[in-house]
């Protein structure tokens, strides 16, 4: 599936991170990813987009986005049938070596990145790792977007609305 193609836009400012969630989604399970081929492919978005919000933020206010938990629980719904239930680890700072990332996505693991500047405001996903680059899903814009790794690593990520990670949901062990 090429996402940039899809050009998929969060439906308001409060669902990068069901709009991440979704792709994943579409990226682990061919069944649910079809829906993206459809005619009604923008509508089905926008509505799962909501159904997933609502599904996984049921204490925790929505307008304060997706935290990394529910980000893990959302993906899993459609990676446990692979094999893999998705964790999340913070961000470990200029020690980060990435070894989860750099393994799980050329596997065909996408992995959410949660961003920010102070605190954190908004989830990415990446979908390809090349070499010292990743390309990552932008749900703001729809598009795919190139970072480097060391800008990751030192807090310096352009191109994504915001500058530092603070949490990366990876595919944890066997289930």
């Given at each position: 599936?090429?996402?940039?193609?899809?050009?998929?836009?969060?439906?308001?400012?409060?669902?990068?991170?069901?709009?991440?969630?979704?792709?994943?989604?579409?990226?682990?399970?061919?069944?649910?990813?079809?829906?993206?081929?459809?005619?009604?492919?923008?509508?089905?978005?926008?509505?799962?987009?909501?159904?997933?919000?609502?599904?996984?933020?049921?204490?925790?206010?929505?307008?304060?986005?997706?935290?990394?938990?529910?980000?893990?629980?959302?993906?899993?719904?459609?990676?446990?049938?692979?094999?893999?239930?998705?964790?999340?680890?913070?961000?470990?700072?200029?020690?980060d070596r990435f070894a989860d990332v750099a393994s799980a996505v050329p596997a065909g693991w996408p992995v959410a990145m949660l961003i920010g500047?102070?605190?954190?405001?908004?989830?990415v996903l990446i979908v390809e790792v090349r070499g010292d680059a990743w390309d990552c899903y932008e749900p703001s814009s729809g598009e795919v977007r190139t970072v480097a790794v060391d800008a990751a690593r030192r807090a310096r990520l352009t191109g994504l609305g915001y500058p530092r990670p603070f949490a990366f949901v990876v595919p944890g062990a066997l289930v």
């Open positions: 599936m090429r996402i940039a193609a899809l050009a998929l836009t969060q439906r308001d400012g409060r669902t990068c991170g069901p709009s991440v969630a979704v792709v994943a989604g579409a990226l682990l399970d061919r069944a649910y990813g079809a829906q993206l081929s459809h005619p009604h492919a923008r509508a089905w978005f926008a509505a799962e987009q909501a159904r997933v919000h609502a599904a996984i933020n049921r204490v925790w206010p929505r307008a304060l986005g997706l935290t990394p938990a529910g980000m893990a629980a959302a993906i899993s719904v459609h990676s446990v049938s692979r094999g893999r239930r998705y964790r999340w680890r913070p961000w470990r700072g200029r020690r500047r102070v605190v954190p405001r908004h989830w």
